[in-house]
C-alpha cells in the first residue's frame, strides 16, 4: 500500500493568505511550539478553504507544488534536535 505525506502548512509570517499547491493538507498555524492543533483540512471541490484555528485563508495553486507556498517559507519540514538519532 502507497503511503502519501500530507504537507503541513504554518503562517509564522502572519500573512491573511496562503497559495499552495495541494488540496488536501494540515494546518498546525505556527511552528512548534507556538502551533495549534494540526487540522486535517480538505478543500473538496473548492479552491480554498479557512482554518476554523488561526483563520489563514488557503488558496490552491495549480502552479505550485505539494512543497511550495506563496509566500516562500510556510511549509513546515520537520527536523530532529542536535544529537537526536536517525530514523
Do not use: W
Amino acid at each position: 500500500m502507497a503511503q502519501t505525506l500530507v504537507p503541513h502548512f504554518v503562517n509564522d509570517k502572519g500573512v491573511d493568505r496562503i497559495l499552495i499547491g495541494v488540496k488536501e493538507f494540515q494546518c498546525m498555524g505556527a511552528a512548534p511550539p507556538h502551533d495549534h492543533p494540526h487540522v486535517y483540512l480538505d478543500m473538496g471541490h473548492d479552491e480554498q478553504i479557512v482554518c476554523p484555528y488561526c483563520s489563514t485563508l488557503f488558496v490552491r495553486d495549480a502552479g505550485l507544488d505539494a512543497t511550495e507556498s506563496e509566500p516562500p517559507g510556510c511549509v513546515f519540514v520537520a527536523t530532529a534536535p542536535p544529537g537526536a538519532p536517525a530514523a
